[in-house]
């Protein structure tokens, strides 16, 4: 599997995107000729070698002339379907061009499909998002994953005038993104990479495991006291597994002072606010006093929430939170059929396709108990009876008690 690694040193924008992948080995003829498939006058596409702070690295310009008129969303899902690109590049550009017309409208009060786009409709924006496009998946890549992404303060002229940094678009975009503020006044995320950065990206967070094979820089126009870069660092993965990873936040306190009933209500009003998985294990502390270390992963946006009902709940006086990547196995739940009633299956997809079945415990105590028979029992015809959905691709899930 090919994966890239957005590494935003200074920041990104969309020319930053482009000029990255060109310094890691994208073709310039082949990104030239899939953007002429656009089919969209009004613009120039130029490159050169620039030096950011000592480092060498490409600066891609996109530069359009002035008689270019405004586009609303109509006028570029029209453009886009009287293009030549791809199918999956049109589909894609949809529906980021959809969504900075939604985020555009959410700022300005209006719907998606009369609002003026101004900057973001603008030629340089479509060469943007439609040349990232392009460049990916020219470089085969399969997986994305970006760094914190860094923001800057002050204020930027648009449309509208003066606009605050953060920009009010790029700071809806980011929702639910790990974030670093830098103290410089300048924009250092664009709308536009913003929303690529968000649409296309299967997690932020440090590089994921991979064997480097090549790495370029995008430079930024701006000179900035620290270097005004993207790095993009392209790579292989052995991973077999058909499975998503996604980064996630773990919570962490150690109590030596509560209650021990107090810890089943816990785990239940955390279960209820949104906890994926929530654990207690047994700990000596400081004093020799016996412990217990309440352990939760939620997703990110949860994590505050959470935290608030351990402070509310527990004598804690403090809260680890740290990121962690997760691989998620593709799942769904079925219901099969067997000698003593329906049971809800889960199957899990893993390597090659291969399936993994894991009948539910309630379910199967619930028909124990109703028909007073074992419990591995009705466990093992349910079982049986997911294999006989898939039996060249299933794989037995642990049985109860199993490690």
């Not at 453009?79 to 949809?94: F, K, N, Y």
């Not at 939760?296 to 946006?301: A, F, K, N, Q, S």
């Not at 691989?327 to 219901?335: G, N, S, V």
Request: glycine share 8%; charged share 20%.
């Amino acid at each position: 599997m090919r994966i890239a690694y957005f590494d935003l040193i200074g920041g990104a924008s969309g020319d930053m995107i482009m000029a990255a992948m060109l310094d890691a080995g994208l073709p310039e003829p082949e990104l030239r000729q899939g953007l002429a498939s656009l089919h969209l006058p009004g613009y120039e596409l130029s490159m050169r070698r620039v030096v950011k702070n000592g480092f060498s690295a490409t600066q891609v310009a996109v530069s359009v002339a002035e008689d270019v008129p405004e586009r609303h969303l109509h006028d570029l899902r029209a453009l886009l379907e009287a293009s030549d690109l791809p199918e999956g590049i049109r589909v894609q550009a949809d529906a980021i061009f959809t969504r900075l017309a939604e985020v555009e409208a959410g700022i300005h009060g209006t719907a998606p499909e009369q609002v003026h786009l101004h900057e973001l409709g603008g030629v340089d924006t479509i060469v943007d998002v439609c040349g990232a496009l392009l460049g990916l998946k020219i470089l085969g890549v399969e997986r994305l994953v970006v760094s914190a992404v860094p923001l800057g303060h002050g204020f930027v002229r648009g449309a509208h005038g003066q606009i605050p940094l953060p920009a009010p678009a790029t700071v809806q975009l980011l929702q639910g993104v790990p974030v670093v503020g830098r103290d410089v006044d300048a924009e250092l995320v664009t709308p536009t990479a913003a929303v690529l950065l968000t649409q296309l990206a299967e997690s932020f967070g440090p590089i994921p495991p991979m064997k480097l094979v090549a790495a370029g820089f995008g430079a930024g126009r701006r000179d900035l006291p620290f270097p005004n870069l993207l790095r993009v660092l392209l790579g292989e993965s052995g991973v077999a597994l058909e499975a998503s990873l996604e980064t996630l936040a773990t919570l962490e306190t150690n109590i030596d002072d509560l209650n021990p009933e107090i810890y089943d209500y816990l785990i239940s009003r955390l279960l209820q606010e949104g906890a994926l998985d929530v654990a207690l294990s047994p700990l000596q502390m400081k004093k020799n006093r016996p412990a217990t270390q309440v352990w939760v992963l939620c997703r990110p946006p949860d994590a505050e929430r959470l935290m608030g009902i351990l402070f509310a709940e527990t004598s804690t006086l403090g809260v680890r939170k740290s990121l962690v990547e997760r691989y998620a196995l593709e799942r769904q739940l079925i219901k099969v059929q067997t000698a003593y009633g329906e049971v809800r299956v889960k199957l899990a997809r893993w390597s090659k396709g291969k399936l993994r079945a894991a009948p539910e415990y309630e379910d199967c105590r619930r028909i124990a108990a109703e028909r007073e028979i074992p419990l591995l029992q009705v466990y093992q015809a349910a079982q049986q009876a997911a294999v006989s959905l898939a039996p060249d691709t299933y794989t037995a899930a642990p049985e109860p008690g199993e490690p």
